[in-house]
């Protein structure tokens, strides 16, 4: 069991940036990989960002690649997501995820565990 807890969203101006955290426990956090989605009201969860197991491979959404970047810290079971240059279309409910493998996924399918997602709004 892997429970999941994501922190750092708000309100920000476009252009703005934002640091999000999920902090992991229940099991060996280098044993699996991690995923960033989002959902807005009315749209389908999307895909954001994903790493593998050491961080050292990672996948990013069209939509946000040179803008986001994910990060790890396996000392301290936690995986970041920095957003720069945030658009309003950035605006959603960001949800980390884990899934119980070492290489990184893109579908939200593949995971087997989420966190309860943090609002993040992006004004104009």
């Known amino acids: 069991q892997v429970q999941l807890v994501e922190s750092g969203g708000g309100l920000v101006q476009a252009g703005g940036s934002l640091r999000l955290s999920c902090a992991a426990s229940g099991r060996t956090f280098s044993s699996y990989a991690m995923g960033w989605f989002r959902q807005s009201p009315g749209k389908e969860r999307e895909f954001v960002a994903a790493?593998?197991?050491?961080?050292?491979?990672?996948y990013y959404a069209d939509s946000v690649k040179g803008r986001f970047t994910i990060s790890r810290n396996n000392a301290k079971n936690t995986v970041y997501l920095q957003m720069n240059v945030l658009k309003p279309e950035d605006t959603a409910v960001y949800y980390c995820?884990?899934?119980?493998?070492?290489?990184?996924?893109?579908?939200?399918?593949?995971?087997?565990?989420w966190g309860q997602g943090t609002q993040v709004t992006v004004s104009s």
């Open positions: 995820a884990a899934h119980l493998g070492v290489g990184a996924r893109l579908s939200g399918a593949d995971y087997a565990y």
């Open positions: 790493d593998d197991w050491s961080g050292d491979m990672t």
